[in-house]
């Protein structure tokens, strides 16, 4: 697939479209499934920044009856100008509409830094690429990380795409969650 902003608009309506089609209580399920799947992510790590799901995104908030947020920052992206900072939250009722219509914290930026940053995207492939909306927020902060910090990209399983225009500065996730596998993607991949 040619890399072109043509390529990556049709790509983005695809998968949109396809998520489109999910039931609802299709959603519920595979989201369970997906967050059963990152739970061993997340007690290895110690700070977490996760993200308030869109309504085509899977729900984060069913990872809140496990207990895992004890003893952990929990922190939560929200968009300061053109750049993509986090903040903390103690739970999902202290995140209030932002821009985009996206839940973010109403707490300013935090020095914390996260040891793993669940990330979203509209699709992956197996070798840890992502397309985004198409602003580049993510790829921009998680370039700027430190390497040790684990990133995952978190998605249904329909958002797998084998042939994913990658540009260089797209940034690679090192793990992709899916309600199906948990895919670890090699450094060299």
């Not at 299709?26 to 308030?52: M, Q, W, Y």
């Not at 040891?115 to 509209?122: E, I, R, S, W």
């Not at 978190?154 to 899916?178: G, K, M, N, S, Y």
Request: proline share 8%.
């Amino acid at each position: 697939m040619a890399i072109t902003p043509i390529a990556k608009a049709h790509l983005r309506r695809k998968v949109r479209a396809a998520l489109k089609q999910m039931p609802a209580e299709d959603r519920h399920a595979r989201s369970l499934a997906i967050c059963e799947r990152l739970i061993p992510f997340i007690r290895r790590a110690g700070n977490v920044a996760l993200f308030a799901p869109r309504p085509d995104e899977p729900d984060l908030k069913l990872l809140d009856s496990s207990g895992l947020w004890i003893g952990r920052a929990v922190l939560f992206p929200r968009l300061d100008g053109s750049t993509l900072t986090f903040a903390p939250a103690h739970n999902w009722a202290e995140l209030q509409p932002g821009k985009f219509g996206l839940l973010t914290p109403v707490r300013p930026a935090s020095s914390l830094a996260p040891h793993l940053v669940l990330v979203p995207g509209l699709a992956f492939n197996r070798r840890g690429d992502r397309l985004g909306r198409g602003a580049g927020f993510y790829d921009r902060y998680l370039a700027g990380l430190d390497p040790v910090v684990v990133t995952v990209g978190v998605a249904f399983h329909l958002q797998l795409i084998d042939d994913l225009p990658r540009e260089a500065h797209d940034f690679r996730v090192r793990a992709v969650v899916t309600e199906q596998e948990t895919i670890r993607v090699t450094r060299n991949a």
